[in-house]
């Protein structure tokens, strides 16, 4: 069954820390066909097997969901939103669920996070030329404010769960998201 709300989980791992160190040691690659903004790590599943079953089976229990049942790609993604903006408000659809887990240790709540949207009427979720953009956008390293905040007029922000160092957020897949205000200037 393919959850239908968000979950907010503080405190999620229990050495965030050494979590965060071993983030910080992993080489990190941009997406090559420009599926999403930043870089990231090669999921877990392939690097660290037995940390990867962990945290898989740790989120799945928060939905009553079987971890035999789901694959999962677990990796570390650095953003490379604009201090103090808003990020693109995307899907992660196919994908059944999603989630993020804050580690950066001076991360500030009150101005940076993630954003939960429905979409207005007038969207329409198969907005090719914008999708096309953001891509082009994403694969050039760059950040088309302008395109986004036309684009992102198409949703309604429905609540803003702030960044906290070891905080996770899960959502389904199909929930419309954005980050919030983003934080710092280097990772």
């Not at 790609?73 to 994908?95: K, L, M, Q, R, S």
């Not at 993020?100 to 207005?120: A, C, H, K």
Request: aromatic share 12%; hydrophobic share 30%.
């Amino acid at each position: 069954m393919i959850p239908k709300h968000a979950i907010i989980v503080d405190n999620f791992h229990e050495q965030p820390h050494a979590f965060r160190k071993l983030a910080l040691e992993l080489e990190y690659a941009a997406s090559p066909q420009g599926v999403y903004s930043g870089k990231r790590t090669s999921s877990l599943h392939h690097t660290h097997k037995n940390l990867y079953e962990r945290i898989k089976k740790r989120i799945l229990k928060y939905y009553q969901l079987n971890s035999d049942d789901y694959h999962a790609e677990i990796c570390f993604h650095i953003t490379e939103g604009v201090f103090g903006e808003e990020g693109w408000v995307h899907n992660d659809f196919p994908a059944d669920l999603a989630s993020i887990l804050y580690l950066n240790p001076n991360i500030n709540d009150s101005s940076s996070g993630t954003s939960l949207f429905y979409p207005t009427p007038n969207y329409q979720n198969n907005n090719l030329k914008t999708s096309l953009s953001m891509r082009r956008s994403f694969i050039e390293g760059k950040d088309n404010l302008e395109m986004k905040k036309e684009y992102n007029s198409n949703f309604i922000k429905t609540t803003t769960i702030g960044g906290k160092f070891n905080r996770l957020v899960a959502y389904p897949g199909g929930m419309f998201h954005a980050g919030e205000g983003y934080f710092g200037t280097d990772i």
